[in-house]
């Protein structure tokens, strides 16, 4: 499982049996746990297309044979109907689930998507039905590997949403959000800004557990 932001993972690890850290350079985060009766990996690197693709080359001596690849995480819906917490999935591998979810196309953009204008007219454009920043080069690599992937996320921000920073103005040199520059920029706008980031954070909390929930149920 590839996700941008260790965080990401907050609602699959606590279904984890004993989920190990594992330490590589150039990688954020890296865990390796059994589940279900599998051996899983979760890796997390940050946004985007260049820092996916540096863990994934990190990882490829402990991940060679995996079975398949999942691209994970927080998505930002772009169809009307998706709400915070639903899962929208995607790709060419195997799922069964008794949990509801929806299945078509995750656009990834290079960017954070975060006006409801920007993404209606990306809804117009693609027809996906929601957006993320790494799908596209997982799947890249799934298809490199000849193995199946899939798309599972949870929507953290509907259609209709603006978030409350333009967080493409908050990323560092390396390509991270900084969490300082944006705290900075919440304390200075108490009563709109930082009211409206702790609400967006408890949605993000909330589409995780949803995920851990929907992946906990899921059979591969």
């Known amino acids: 499982m590839v996700a941008a932001e260790g965080r990401e993972f907050d609602g699959i690890l606590k279904r984890m049996e004993s989920p190990r850290k594992v330490t590589r350079k150039g990688v954020k985060f890296a865990r390796h746990g059994e589940w279900k009766g599998d051996r899983w990996w979760m890796v997390a690197n940050g946004p985007g297309a260049q820092l996916v693709k540096q863990a994934l080359q990190a990882m490829r001596a402990e991940t060679g044979n995996v ?27 195997r799922l069964a689930s008794a949990a509801p979810f929806v299945r078509g196309a995750m656009h990834t953009a290079e960017r954070v998507i975060g006006t409801a204008p920007e993404k209606r007219a990306l809804r117009s454009q693609t027809g996906a039905l929601a957006v993320d920043m790494e799908a596209s080069t997982v799947a890249a690599e799934a298809v490199e590997r000849g193995i199946p992937f899939l798309s599972i996320r949870a929507v953290s921000d509907a259609a209709g949403d603006t978030l409350p920073l333009d967080f493409n103005q908050y990323r560092n040199a390396r390509g991270d959000f900084s969490r300082t520059r944006i705290a900075f920029a919440a304390v200075a706008h ?10 967006f954070d408890r949605n993000c909390r909330r589409a995780a557990d949803a995920l851990g929930e929907f992946l906990a149920d899921c059979q591969f």
């Open 67 to 93: 079975d398949g690849i999942i691209s994970t995480g927080l998505c930002g819906a772009l169809d009307p109907a998706l709400r915070v917490g639903d899962i929208v999935v995607a790709g060419d591998g």
């Open 190 to 199: 108490p009563f709109t800004i930082l009211s409206q980031l702790m609400e």
